[in-house]
């Protein structure tokens, strides 16, 4: 299952990513039979449309040091406009355009991804630890399995938008990459590749003379520490998806030209 | 296949209609192991987040006579980030806040639905004919139904927003009403519900007291001439659905409690 196993890809959704080239690599991935679960982020065109509507992003620190976008009901329903309409379509009809027959879902439609919604948020500003409510954010904690797999036996390719769905049946923001370590770890895939606009971990951010281009999947936690920012999510991520069966997790350069072959390749940082 | 066949219901996208008691409805017909597909609009709600966006909407006059959106690139992305994205993701939120297990689709997704692009408009200004290009707009050639058949079977009610993609994988804006008429004859349905913000067709609008009550299938063509503005794309989905061998189809209030139920048992203009 290593050649023609199934590989799960995550595009960002940072500033910078063209995604040209990588609608190609799936469409080439795709001619050579590789089943394919593609999903994405949209967090810079969240800011970019929240800010045109008079709603600017606002980022918190959480007590425990991440850095996090509150999501009040008002943003959360921007970021499903966002990422669940504009993102998604917009790459399902360049993958449609290079013949791939894309399928656009969001986490929460049929309960693809289901979360525990955390309404609460504990942050620190001006040095005191303060509450948020409202926040409609959350962790996968279920993939419907079946369902994916059900898109995939059709020949499609799913592309997923980083919401989901709680027990209660609310609508969450969650985490894309750490929605593409689940999804990666349910489906059992071979590779997952996690794109961002770096060449992968940095030993010393941002120098990428200092890529780590090899990482055992027993000292993942040790290096953790030279994860900058959104890359501490990826590894988090990462971890996930090797502790969850997946045999091997590339971080990637999303600016690259063929980026996903690149990744596949092993240009970037492997973790296995 | 009368009692307990498949029915196909559009929500309008006009203002002033409440998902609440839809969503009800569906829940209710779920619960008794009808199959629904659900079609929604979007307009309205496109108008207000184009305005907010500084991109008022353009409506024009076609050289036959028919009121349409100019749809160029730009709004096209605005309509599909909102009907795509809000009106859908919203939608399949309320739905799964009831327990059904909504699964939300646009047209473009799967290539559900194929569609030939109207790349300019013929249209009338000042008396005068004129030509507008880069028109992002489609009419439903083909339905995917074993998509459809696919979603169904596995437990979930499809939620479709009204896009299309065309043979070149461009994706387009469709009319809500006739794409839900060409889902309800591909799929057979035995009655297609199409909602809107009147109690039905009116012989002299907007006077409700007019409402004519029943239509024989040979006698549409005949109504043609009380329909006003959007209902005559309703009568006109009406009339492809009956061709298309659609048993049954109600044009019906949107705004009343219980907006599904009082259609099915007849409450509005039945064509058949």
Redesign the interface.
């Known amino acids: 299952m290593v050649e023609g196993g199934l590989i799960v890809v995550k595009i960002g959704g940072a500033q910078g990513i063209d995604p040209g080239p990588f609608c190609e690599d799936v469409a080439a991935l795709v001619a050579q039979g590789r089943p394919i679960v593609v999903v994405h982020g949209g967090s810079h065109e969240t800011n970019v ?1 929240s800010e ?3 709603k600017p992003p606002r980022y918190v620190t959480s007590t425990s040091g991440h850095q996090s976008r509150y999501t009040d009901r008002e943003t959360l ?1 921007i970021f ?7 993102v ?3 790459l ?2 360049q993958l ?4 791939v ?6 986490g ?4 693809l991804l289901e979360a525990k919604r955390k309404s609460t948020l504990k942050i620190v500003e001006d040095g005191k630890v303060k509450i948020l409510r409202d926040e409609w954010s959350g962790v996968v904690e279920r993939v419907n399995v ?2 994916l797999r ?2 995939l036996a ?1 020949g ?1 390719v799913p592309v997923v938008a980083p ?1 989901a ?1 709680s027990t ?4 969450v923001n969650v985490d894309g990459d750490r929605a593409a370590a689940a999804i990666a770890a349910a489906l059992g895939a071979d590779t997952l590749v996690l794109l961002t606009n770096v060449p992968g971990l940095l030993r010393a951010f941002p120098d990428e003379t200092t890529l780590v281009s090899y990482i055992p999947r027993d000292e993942i936690e040790a290096h953790m520490v030279f994860a900058q920012g959104r890359m501490k999510r990826k590894l988090l991520g990462a971890q996930e998806a090797i502790l969850g069966g997946v045999r091997r997790v590339v971080l990637a350069d999303g600016r690259a030209e063929r980026p996903v072959l690149r990744a596949l390749e092993g240009k970037g940082t492997v973790v296995e």
Chains 1, 2 share one sequence.
Not at 108 to 111: I, M, N
């Open positions: 449309i045109r509507l008079g329903e499903a406009m966002v990422v669940g309409g504009r998604n379509k917009l399902v009809e449609q355009r290079r013949g027959n894309a399928l656009g879902l969001s929460a439609d049929g309960r079946s369902l059900g898109v059709g499609y919401l769905i209660e049946g609310e609508m």
